[in-house]
């Protein structure tokens, strides 16, 4: 059981470069989020998912695009990247409904110069 | 939407000493408090949490309390010990919903 994993772990771009940040999970957690976290601003929430198929915007969505093709992978992909998309990236997952503990990956460090 | 706000940004303390970190959130239908610790350059790991329908709960060394009416909610951490030096999020959820609304931190550093 690997619990949430995320690749790369560290990642240099230019500015105007695309990437995809992968995420999977191997609980059968219907919900699945996106998280940057910057010094000072802790953990803003990007994009979500409540299943396969099914996605919406958290606080801090522009620059970003994810999609939901199945249970276990949520992508996160940057079309055009900025110096402000420099941060950590994190994903979490959880069953869905209100109580249960989000289970966090071990992250992707940004840096687009 | 959701805001949560936590005090205070760092902590120092003895070891042995106890330590407290307050949150309050804004959203009367928050209905989950979960409590973050993240050590340095790590993933944030949940270490407890509390619902509504209850005012405190422990575990060992730690404990969290929440006043509704007030709508704040803190963690207590007891007996500190270096180990226990990390970044702590709190956050909520509202309604049914899975979203968590983080606090910024608080840096906690256990001094020998």
């Known amino acids: 059981n690997a619990g949430v994993t995320q690749t790369p772990k560290f990642q240099v771009l230019k500015t105007g470069q695309s990437m995809t940040l992968q995420c999977a999970q191997d609980m059968n957690h219907e919900y699945m989020s996106w998280y940057r976290q910057d010094p000072g601003m802790g953990l803003r929430l990007i994009h979500y998912?409540?299943?396969?198929?099914?996605?919406d915007q958290g606080e801090v969505p522009n620059g970003y695009n994810v999609s939901r093709s199945t249970t276990e992978d949520f992508p996160l992909r940057l079309l055009s990247a900025a110096p402000s998309q420099t941060s950590v990236y994190f994903c979490?997952?959880?069953?869905?409904?209100?109580?249960?503990?989000?289970?966090f990956g071990p992250g992707t460090r940004l840096t687009v110069t | 939407g959701e805001n949560v706000e936590q005090h205070p940004s760092t902590l120092s303390v003895q070891e042995g000493d106890s330590a407290v970190i307050k949150c309050t959130y804004s959203?009367?239908?928050?209905?989950?408090f979960p409590w973050y610790k993240q050590e340095l350059g790590k993933r944030p790991q949940l270490i407890i949490d509390i619902r509504s329908n209850v005012g405190e709960k422990k575990d060992q060394r730690i404990a969290v309390t929440l006043n509704k009416t007030a709508k704040h909610f803190s963690l207590h951490i007891t007996e500190t010990q270096p180990e226990d030096s990390a970044v702590y999020f709190c956050a909520g959820v509202t309604g049914g919903g899975n979203k968590l609304t983080f606090g910024t931190g608080t840096q906690l550093k256990v001094e020998l």
């Open positions: 979490a997952s959880s069953y869905l409904g209100g109580g249960y503990e989000q289970y």
């Open positions: 998912s409540v299943g396969a198929g099914i996605t």
């Open positions: 959203d009367s239908a928050s209905n989950y």
